[in-house]
Each structure stands twice: as structure tokens, then as C-alpha cells.
């Protein structure tokens, strides 16, 4: 059976004109002072989080990469034109469009998902402000909402066709709603809850991070809207619509929902959050059963944050057990090198990494969603591994998404980021799905630095970016120097402000080349184990300085489904070889070790910072948005066991698990000496012998060129 058109094949077909540019710069990053502070950045957290965030504006980025993004997307969000978002609303109601053009992409006068845009849109102005609380982001954003406010007035009184209630607000009529009820598919429709999703939710935020109250007004209605058209339809009716194939496709509706009732108290609204009960895949996921096979990916991801969200208003266990599996079904078994997942928008098999690199892996708004809902789990269960999947995740694909060259008329974010050999990033994608949650990726980058607990005497440090936490209630502000991620050593000082508190630094897992962590200069005790919390617990003073070294190293990750598809990293940092060639390039490293077992013997530095070479290719960190072709795998050949210069001949089996003879070998490096390394050989060798995956000659050679090798360099 052929598979349906993606939807990244419609924009293909229909890709349109962006805007003109207006040049604003951006101010130095600095916390708003605690008289100007917007209302809160989230909805009231719930008893059962353990973990609570901080609002956005009570964090703000230092300098570095992950500021020069945000930057970069801060002049776009000054610069391109709010009549521009409003003309398709305006369009719609009959208003006048002041004579505006649309976006283009997908956002175009006749295109089934428009509005869609301009949901994101509001977020990004939303977030914008919160982070900057420059006041011409804040009438920008008013301007936008006002004119919204107008739309949905205008629709009530004199839609043509008139909605079926006066909280109905969208850039096209109703006929995608009724038609989806009656199970039409895409892309005679386009997935009209999606868009209704990023209309709501940049509501919401408008609301929530710059305080517009004429924001939450608008939702409240298009959330009687949402009840009135869904809370009579049988529950058949509706669990038939959202298998629906991208038509049925909702975004967070589930959460967006909850989070308005969260706001307003109304029933009716947490009544139609469970309306989007997706039960099929519900019911599997919080039995821990996999069918995610074949399944889109972004079409799913957002609704198990929706589902926690319900956890939290319903007590139902089954919906936050259902976001845990689903969590577990895709960071790891489906996921790639830089923590994307999907290959042309699908979920494939799972474990299937090899067998699906090519140039549509990883879809942007997908990695966008699994970072929402691993830190929403966190909230919940402080695990370690949500926040190392959110590292990898917003380090090598989300910060890798922006091209690194200024543009005011479009975004230049990703779409799908492709993992197989030879590919390039395409960048631009005004318009489309992947543009839209492209432009709130890097307007929020300090949301999970830093959490704190519920009873607020704990403080969770997640992520080294450079910034600094103000913390009202608590009277701290405390600055973290960092140059993340191009070295793993940073401080944290309290600045202003005390007392009693435990400080708990993440240890990242890929921290295996030792963790060292002072207080004033004084050595900390304590276990600091890769993939834990290190918590320190002390009354803190101002001027106390905490230093973190989580120093770097090389490491390679294999592909669960082919042991020999290998990608490199660079501590936290994927390293691509730069390449056009479209052919897997073979990669050989035992033979350059010494005794320490270090690819730094294989891997060498090049003259750019956090660049390497390798058999004649240069390897360069993902997360430098540019255009250059790139292998984010290689294929590992060692087919003959040897020791530097001498030679074995023995062929380099696989073992039982999967590895080879020198695969476990060098597992156990460093050796102190020549001799402790000749002890390893000649036991691991009568271990393959016993297991018939060496002759007696076999061993004995191996045994001989372990004597002979000298890898003392």
C-alpha cells in the first residue's frame, strides 16, 4: 500500500512568498525586576508534582550559542509584521487585511491549515516578551490578540457561513469540523483541531506570559466552542475521528483544554480535554503495549503530554501510565543520535536505527514535543533520564535547527533533519509545522535550566547553560558561567541572598572521564555517578562559588538494530564527518589504540574548537547550523584482531551479545601496563575459546600478538 502524502510533500507544491524585513537588534540578556514580573508562566502546579519550573522571566540566558539563537529569532519576532499572521483571521471574517499578504507555506489565502502559523506566532511574541519585557513585543502581541478578539466578534455576528457558536475563531470556516465528523480525510481536510491547538495555546500563553487578559476571554470562548461541538458526539464517533490519518491529527488539544480549565474552573472544559481520549493507543500505552509502528509521530506525541495534564485534574492513574510507556517506546528505541525520531513523519519499528537513516529522519516538531513531555514527566518523577534526553534532544537537534545567519522574513529553522550519509539541513520552512514550533525552540531555551521542589528547599541544576535564576520567594539570585557546550566546566555563584538549601547538579551520563565538583574551592564528597543527581546540602552564603567539571571525551553509540552503524560524540556533542559522498563512509580505530583504550588516539584535533579529524574527513559539532553535507553515521570495520602494527589474522568475531573480541577488549581500558594488558587478552581469548569462537591456533596467535604488540605510545 502506498503511503499517504506527508505533509512536508504538500508545502513542496505549495511553498510561498515571505515577508519584508524591518532590522531590530536584541538588548543583553537580564531578569525583569520582580515589579514588572508577567503573571505566571504555567498553569498552577499540582500537589502531585514533585518538581515545579521556574517562569521564563525569572531566568535569563548569558551569553553564548544558545543566546546568539535567540537573538536571531528575537529580530524575527520584532521584525516581520503582525498584519502579515492577522491576514488570513481577517480573510475569514470579512475584516479588512489592511491590505497584507499571508505568510506562504502552508499559512497561504486558501490553505487548509492556516491559522495554524499564527498560533505559533503568539507564543513566540509571548515568550519573547516574558524573556525581554520590551514593550514593543507587548503591544505587538496586544495588537495581535485585539485583532483576534475582533475576528472571532465579527465571525458570531456575521460569519458567512455563521459558526454554530460565537466562541468559533479560525482562518477558515467550519466545514473542516463538520467534515471531519463525518471521517473525511486528508488532504480534502488538514487536521482543523491541530490548528485549533495553536490558536488556543498562543492564547493562553499571551495570557499566561504577558498577562493580556482579552487572551484568555478569547479561549475561554473558542473552549465552549470546542464543548459544544464535541461533548454530544458518541465516544465511537470521536476515538474514529483522532485514527484518522493526519485529518484526525490534534496537536495538545488534550492539554490545552486542561490547562484552560485550570484557568477558568469550568467543567465543561476539562469535560471536552476528554473528548481527544485517543483510547486505542491510550489503553495500549498504559498496558506498556508497542504499536507505535507505522503510526505519525508528531500526530501522537502531543497528546500524552495532554494526558498528564488530565492525570493531574482527574486522578487517573491510566493516563500518566500511558505517558511513561509512551516515553519509554520512543527515547531510546526509536530514537537517533541526536535525540530526533520519525523517518518521513512515521514511527517505524522499533530498535529500527540502521535500517532507516535516510534524508526525512527526525521531523523538528516531533523532538519539539518529546522535550514537552519529558520535562512535563519530571515534573512528576525528578528521573534522571528525562532531562539527559532533554539535553541531547535541545543540544544536538533543537540548537542545530536554526541556521546561523540572521534572516527577519523567515524563520530558517528545520524540517526533518536527515541522519543518513551526504545529507544537508534545509532551513527556512515559513509557514509550515516545523516553522511554527521552530520559532518557540529558541525563544525558551532557560525553561528547564533550573526546577525547584515543591516545598522549595531543593533546587534542580539540569542543564549548563550560562544564565542567571532570580528566585523571588526564596530571595536568591544565583549566576551559572558556563561556555556550553563547548567544555563540560562550569560555576554557579549566589549572588544575592541564602540560607538552607539542597542543590542537586545533574551528572550527565556521558560524564565517564570523571566528575569533579568544589564548594569555595574545597573538594566535594559524595558520589557524583553519571545519569544521577549530586546533591549538595548546606547553608549557602552570598559570594559561594560551586564549580562543576564534567570533563570531555570521544565516544562512539551503535545502532540498536546493526552493532557496526556507529555515531561519534564529543561529551554531550554529536560530531558529524563532513561529506557529500552518499555512501555509508567505514571508520577503523582499535588499530590506533594505545593502552589507555582512547579514541583520542584515532580521533584528532583539528584546528577549529571542538573540531576533529578522522580518516581524512573532518568532523564538526552538529549544533553549527550550516549547509554543509554531513554523515551523522558511519559504518565500524574491524574484521581482523589487532594490536597497533602486529597483526593477529585471526577474524574479529561477534560474540553472543552482539560484540566482538575487540570490542570487549578495549571495553575494559585503560591497562595499566603492557603486562595487565596481555592478562586481559589471554583471559578474555580462553573465553572465546571455551565459547567455539576460537580454534586453539586462533588463541594461540592472539596470545602471541598481545605479547608482541608494543602499545606503549
Same mark, same amino acid.
Given at each position: ?13 505549495? &511553498?510561498? $512568498? =515571505?515577508? +519584508?524585513?524591518?532590522?531590530?537588534? #536584541?538588548? !543583553? @540578556?537580564? /531578569?525583569?525586576? &520582580?515589579? $514588572? =514580573?508577567? +503573571?505566571?508562566?504555567?498553569?498552577? #502546579?499540582? !500537589? @502531585?508534582? /514533585?518538581?515545579?519550573?521556574? $517562569? ?658
Amino acid at each position: 500500500m502506498s503511503q499517504p502524502p506527508t505533509r512536508r510533500r504538500v508545502l513542496s507544491l505549495t &511553498a510561498g $512568498a =515571505a515577508a +519584508a524585513p524591518l532590522l531590530a537588534s #536584541a538588548p !543583553p @540578556a537580564q /531578569a525583569a525586576p &520582580a515589579e $514588572a =514580573a508577567p +503573571a505566571a508562566a504555567v498553569p498552577p #502546579a499540582q !500537589p @502531585a508534582w /514533585a518538581v515545579r519550573p521556574f $517562569a521564563l522571566h525569572e531566568v535569563a540566558l548569558g551569553g553564548g550559542v544558545f543566546r546568539d539563537k535567540r537573538d536571531l529569532m528575537l529580530d524575527y519576532a520584532r521584525a516581520y509584521p503582525a498584519d502579515r499572521i492577522l491576514a488570513v483571521f481577517r480573510a475569514n471574517a470579512g475584516l479588512d487585511t489592511r491590505g497584507a499578504r499571508p505568510p506562504g507555506g502552508w499559512e497561504t489565502a486558501d490553505g487548509n491549515l492556516r491559522g495554524h502559523y499564527g498560533g505559533h506566532f503568539l507564543t513566540l511574541i509571548a515568550q519573547a516578551y516574558a524573556d525581554t519585557r520590551e514593550p514593543a513585543l507587548k503591544s505587538k502581541l496586544d495588537h495581535l490578540v485585539t485583532a483576534l478578539g475582533e475576528c472571532q466578534q465579527a465571525l458570531a455576528d456575521h460569519g458567512n457561513p455563521k459558526p454554530s457558536h460565537p466562541g468559533y475563531l479560525a482562518a477558515y470556516p467550519e466545514t473542516q469540523f463538520i467534515l471531519l465528523e463525518s471521517y473525511t480525510t486528508y488532504p480534502t481536510i488538514w487536521a482543523p483541531y491541530y490548528t485549533c491547538h495553536k490558536i488556543m495555546r498562543g492564547l493562553l500563553d499571551a495570557h499566561t506570559l504577558a498577562g493580556n487578559q482579552q487572551a484568555l476571554t478569547i479561549a475561554a470562548k473558542m473552549g465552549d466552542w470546542v464543548h459544544s461541538r464535541l461533548g454530544g458526539l458518541p465516544k465511537a464517533q470521536l476515538e474514529r475521528m483522532w485514527s484518522i490519518y493526519i485529518a484526525g491529527e490534534y496537536g495538545g488539544m488534550n492539554e490545552v483544554m486542561t490547562d484552560l480549565y485550570a484557568l477558568t474552573g469550568r467543567e465543561e472544559h476539562l469535560a471536552a480535554a476528554r473528548c481527544f481520549d485517543n483510547t486505542t493507543l491510550l489503553d495500549a500505552c498504559a498496558e506498556n503495549r508497542d504499536i507505535l509502528e507505522g503510526k505519525h509521530a508528531n500526530q501522537h506525541i502531543p497528546q500524552f503530554t495532554g494526558y498528564l495534564r488530565l492525570s493531574d485534574h482527574t486522578g487517573e492513574e491510566r493516563y500518566a501510565a500511558a505517558a511513561r510507556n509512551f516515553w519509554g517506546m520512543v527515547a531510546g528505541p526509536r530514537t537517533y543520535a541526536l535525540g530526533g525520531t520519525g523517518q518521513g513523519e512515521m514511527f517505524r519499528a522499533r530498535g529500527a536505527i540502521a535500517a532507516t537513516l535516510d534524508d526525512k529522519n527526525a521531523e523538528t516538531c516531533a523532538t519539539y514535543n518529546m522535550l514537552k513531555l519529558s520535562r512535563q514527566l519530571f515534573f512528576r518523577d525528578p528521573d534522571p533520564s528525562y532531562m539527559d534526553y532533554y539535553e541531547r534532544g535541545l543540544t544536538n537537534h533543537i540548537l542545530a535547527s536554526r541556521r546561523d545567519a540572521p534572516s527577519t522574513t523567515g524563520p530558517e529553522v528545520t524540517y526533518f533533519v536527515g541522519m543518513g550519509p551526504g545529507v544537508v539541513r534545509e532551513y527556512g520552512n515559513t509557514g509550515t509545522c516545523c516553522g511554527g514550533t521552530g520559532m518557540e525552540n529558541h525563544t525558551k531555551y532557560q525553561d528547564s535550566i533550573y526546577f525547584r521542589s515543591a516545598d522549595g528547599s531543593a533546587l534542580y541544576v539540569n542543564l549548563y547553560l550560562a544564565s542567571v535564576l532570580h528566585w523571588p520567594e526564596r530571595g536568591l539570585v544565583i549566576e551559572q558561567s558556563s561556555d556550553f557546550p563547548a567544555d563540560g566546566v562550569r560555576t554557579l555563584t549566589f549572588r544575592e541572598g541564602g540560607g538552607p538549601l539542597a542543590v542537586k547538579l545533574r551528572i550527565p551520563s556521558w560524564a565517564t572521564a570523571g566528575v569533579t565538583v568544589t564548594v569555595n574551592g574545597t573538594r566535594q564528597g559524595g558520589r557524583a555517578a553519571p545519569g544521577t543527581y549530586l546533591t549538595l546540602n548546606r547553608t549557602w552564603r552570598p559570594g559561594d562559588r560551586i564549580r562543576v567539571s564534567t570533563p570531555y571525551r570521544l565516544r562512539i553509540e551503535r545502532a540498536l538494530d546493526d552493532p557496526t552503524a556507529q555515531s561519534l560524540f564529543y561529551g554531550p556533542l554529536l560530531l558529524t564527518a563532513q561529506s557529500p559522498e552518499q555512501g555509508f563512509r567505514t571508520f577503523s580505530f582499535y588499530k590506533d589504540f594505545t593502552l589507555r583504550g582512547d579514541l583520542a588516539d584515532a580521533v584528532k584535533p583539528a584546528s577549529r574548537p571542538l573540531h576533529f579529524t578522522t580518516h581524512d574527513l573532518t568532523l564538526a559539532p552538529f549544533h553549527i547550523g550550516s549547509d554543509t553535507p554531513y554523515h551523522a553515521y558511519f559504518k565500524r570495520s574491524e574484521p581482523v584482531i589487532a594490536f597497533g602494527t602486529t597483526d593477529s589474522g585471526v577474524p574479529n568475531r561477534v560474540g553472543p551479545d552482539g560484540r566482538t573480541f575487540l570490542d570487549t577488549l578495549w571495553d575494559q581500558a585503560p591497562f595499566q601496563n603492557h603486562a595487565h594488558f596481555v592478562r586481559t587478552v589471554r583471559t578474555l581469548a580462553r573465553r572465546w575459546l571455551s565459547e567455539d569462537l576460537f580454534t586453539r591456533t586462533e588463541h594461540d596467535r592472539v596470545i602471541k600478538a598481545a605479547n608482541d604488540a608494543d602499545l606503549r605510545r
